[in-house]
């Protein structure tokens, strides 16, 4: 048992009233994706072909509260490319996400051009997000998109409580 772990409740972890939650005082989070977009939002709700996952597990959470956010997903996961114009179920926004790190580059958020300044001459292939999308469609093609119908089966609902998805049944 490491002495340095501790139990904690959902609210002292994650609760946005609450001064002191934890995830507010994270230096980085790295969290993983079943997709990230051009505009660098997160999904982990469904798979690339829209079948529910799983629940989220604080992924916006962490996100929102860390100074860094890392995002590592593979390029390519089986036939399909994680890097899309548009994520099927929009998960974790793009404007708390701030590096999307593949085994082809590393895409650093427009929004956070210090870490850009700082990454320059250290060894890290930088490319921007919409080239690691683009490699990713010359590898696979450009998969058919998944139907859905108009059921919505789930709500993805931010850390305050708006409606920022929906998840559509699909067909």
Do not use: W
Request: proline share 4%; charged share 25%.
């Amino acid at each position: 048992r490491n002495s340095s772990h501790m139990e904690m409740s959902a609210s002292f972890y994650a609760n946005t009233a609450a001064k002191g939650c934890v995830v507010e005082r994270l230096d980085t989070a790295i969290l993983g994706a079943t997709q990230v977009d051009t505009n660098f939002n997160v999904n982990v709700n469904t798979e690339s072909d829209g079948m529910l996952l799983h629940g989220i597990g604080g992924h916006m959470d962490t996100a929102a509260g860390a100074r860094l956010t890392v995002i590592v997903t593979p390029l390519i996961r089986g036939r399909m490319p994680m890097i899309v114009d548009r994520v099927i179920t929009a998960t974790t926004p793009g404007d708390t996400v701030d590096v999307v790190v593949t085994e082809r580059g590393v895409a650093v958020n427009p929004g956070r051009s210090d870490l850009v300044e700082n990454l320059k001459g250290k060894g890290i292939p930088l490319v921007d997000i919409h080239d690691l999308k683009k490699l990713a469609e010359e590898m696979t093609g450009v998969p058919r998109a998944p139907r859905f119908s108009e059921k919505i089966i789930g709500v993805v609902e931010y850390r305050d409580g708006s409606v920022i998805d929906v998840i559509f049944q699909r067909i």
